[in-house]
């Protein structure tokens, strides 16, 4: 049976705690939280059984196998290295860290060890998402040269999302899965060329529309995110031999192959009994543990830290009003 580690005890860490109840041969064996409190009514409501420790230090006495992150987006780089410097296999819930700088620390404590690491970029372990990029490698659509990516909720309620100090915005819960689809797409090494922020009075933005560019010039891709409304969620792609649609990017519901007339070639739909993506990432790390990897296929370190690169400069920009 292989024991997982959860530090957190918010949404995220509910949903992950539901996610893996009915896989086999992995349970939740120990959730830490800031008190123990919460700890104790975590576990009693999420994953009878597992033992509820607190502070978060206390996990490291455990036995785990993978301990996932699931604190606030300005906690994840000290929870990380606290971890990893005591041997422990991690995978960090997105945005993986605040700045690209904090992200090199942990890949390099983590090299320097031999631990596992991973951001929990859910969606690049999900079927849907292998077979769109399945769909492009082997040229269904010709050469990407246009993408397009919406993603929005009503989630400017949430105290961390309108918190400087906490990691809010828009971009850092919401454009980190526009961002990703383009560089699973289009490769990494993608340029910010253009940014449009509408701010709250916290100084974070509401809603974001940015551009990336491949450096060559030739594939560009637009995205706008929000938390203040529920957008379709969808991506288009655009190659010159046809287009893909791929609807609910963040957590996809279908994926449809066209040609350039929009006649429909192939088309894959989630598969609501399998295993979900919080799921699937948590797998796919234990196998890349077993394997003696200290990183995913399919959420490689250098993914990770392009994204916190691309990340970096979009926060300056929009520090600019926009400006770069």
């Not at 609501?272 to 790390?285: D, F, T, W």
Request: proline share 4%; hydrophobic share 40%.
């Amino acid at each position: 049976m292989h024991k997982i580690g959860i530090i957190g005890s918010g949404v995220i860490a509910k949903v992950m705690a539901g996610s893996l109840r009915d896989i086999p041969d992995i349970e939740v064996s120990c959730v830490a939280s800031r008190n123990t409190d919460s700890a104790v009514r975590f576990v009693n409501e999420n994953c009878p059984g597992a033992k509820a420790v607190a502070p978060y230090e206390e996990i490291l006495s455990e036995d785990t196998d993978l301990i996932y992150i699931a604190t606030p987006n300005h906690c994840h780089f000290d929870n990380a290295m606290m971890c990893i410097r005591a041997g422990k296999n991690v995978l960090v819930e997105k945005p993986f860290a605040m700045d690209r700088k904090q992200a090199e620390e942990i890949f390099s404590e983590a090299e320097k060890r031999h631990v596992f690491v991973c951001e929990a970029m859910w969606t690049c372990f999900m079927p849907i998402h292998k077979q769109i990029l399945e769909w492009i490698d082997s040229g269904r659509i010709g050469k990407v040269l246009y993408m397009s990516s919406n993603l929005g909720y009503e989630i400017s309620h949430v105290e961390r999302l309108v918190s400087p100090g906490m990691g809010g915005g828009s971009y850092p819960d919401l454009g980190v899965y526009t961002t990703n689809l383009a560089a699973s797409v289009l490769g990494m090494g993608l340029i910010p060329t253009s940014c449009y922020p509408r701010k709250i009075e916290s100084g974070v933005e509401k809603d974001i529309v940015y551009t990336l560019e491949t450096p060559d010039g030739s594939s560009m891709s637009v995205s706008y995110v929000t938390m203040c409304a529920i957008t379709d969620q969808g991506a288009d792609i655009i190659g010159t031999e046809g287009r893909i649609r791929a609807e609910n990017l963040n957590n996809y519901k279908s994926a449809t192959l066209m040609d350039k007339a929009g006649n429909i070639l192939g088309e894959i739909k989630r598969d609501e009994k399998a295993p979900n993506g919080y799921a699937l990432e948590v797998i796919a790390s234990l196998k890349a543990i077993e394997n003696g990897c200290i990183e995913t296929a399919e959420m490689p370190h250098q993914r990770s830290l392009d994204l916190m690169r691309i990340s970096d400069i979009i926060r300056e920009m929009v520090d600019n009003d926009g400006i770069k």
